[in-house]
């Protein structure tokens, strides 16, 4: 039996859990899931037995016995692609069976099984995308994003300070100018797309043994409520579930 685990690098998120039982939710994030050949995923009342992708703001329920679950960047490189291979569809079902690769070590880390299949399957390198490299054009938002993937290396920025007035004047643009530009580059404003890295910086701190409490703090969240009531509107889990769920084994 594999432990639950979660890997988290620019660009990418994946977790490999057990009794999976998120309420109706959406998020920024392109998802892929593959539930494992002899476990139940119930999507919306639909029974799946194959990996899917779900598109980014696509509200659903998910259930499932035990399995993987990638959260893809859409501005990056994956993400783009899998954005093709959805072709405007809110979901689509991978016509494959399982497939169990052995992981591939590259700069010291190793992918895990379910993205060595999802590149197998999309028919791209695997070296390229070790690093999910972000697709955006624009230096200055290349600059700021960069910065922002410090956290997902244990080093938490504390993002609540991060004002658009003040980032803004270090990109030498005119704050309603910032605005406008990260939105167009990325898709997503940036109250809430820093809102998403808070998040993901919560996970970070789990995975380091702080308490839900703590991870709030660092994330910088005003309190664990805070911290959980975003948390359930973006995973459909409150933060002490993801914290007993990603603590199991």
């Given at each position: 039996m594999i432990k639950p685990l979660v890997w988290i690098e620019p660009g990418i998120v994946?977790?490999?859990g057990y009794s999976l039982d998120a309420v109706p939710h959406h998020h920024h994030a392109i998802q892929v899931i593959f539930p494992k050949s002899d476990s139940l995923c119930l999507l919306d009342e639909q029974t799946v037995n194959q990996p899917l992708i779900i598109d980014a703001n696509i509200e659903h329920q998910l259930q499932m016995d035990e399995g993987w679950i990638l959260l893809i960047e859409p501005k990056s490189r994956l993400g783009e692609v899998?954005?093709?291979?959805?072709?405007?569809?809110p979901f689509l079902i991978f016509n494959m069976q399982e497939t169990v690769l052995p992981p591939?070590?590259?700069?010291?880390?190793?992918?895990?099984?379910?993205?060595?299949?999802?590149?197998?399957?999309?028919k791209l390198p695997q070296q390229d995308?070790?690093?999910?490299?972000?697709?955006?054009?624009?230096?200055?938002?290349?600059?700021?994003?960069?910065?922002?993937?410090?956290c997902l290396q244990g080093q938490c920025l504390k993002p609540i300070n991060w004002r658009a007035s003040e980032i803004a004047q270090q990109l030498a643009l005119s704050e309603s100018r910032f605005l406008h530009l990260f939105k167009e580059q990325l898709g997503i404003a940036w109250r809430p797309y820093?809102?998403?890295?808070?998040?993901?910086?919560?996970?970070?701190?789990?995975?380091?043994?702080?308490?839900?409490?703590?991870?709030a703090h660092l994330a910088g969240?005003?309190?664990s409520a805070h911290l959980s009531r975003t948390f359930k509107n973006n995973?459909?889990?409150?933060?002490?579930?993801?914290?007993?769920?990603?603590?199991?084994g």
């Open positions: 994946i977790i490999y899998l954005s093709l291979k959805l072709a405007g569809a591939l070590p590259i700069q010291g880390k190793k992918i895990p099984p379910p993205l060595n299949a999802l590149l197998q399957q999309l995308l070790f690093i999910n490299n972000s697709t955006v054009a624009d230096k200055r938002i290349q600059i700021l994003l960069t910065q922002l993937d410090q820093l809102l998403w890295r808070r998040m993901i910086c919560a996970i970070q701190a789990i995975l380091n043994d702080s308490s839900a409490t703590d991870a969240f005003s309190d995973f459909g889990m409150s933060i002490r579930q993801a914290h007993i769920l990603l603590k199991k």
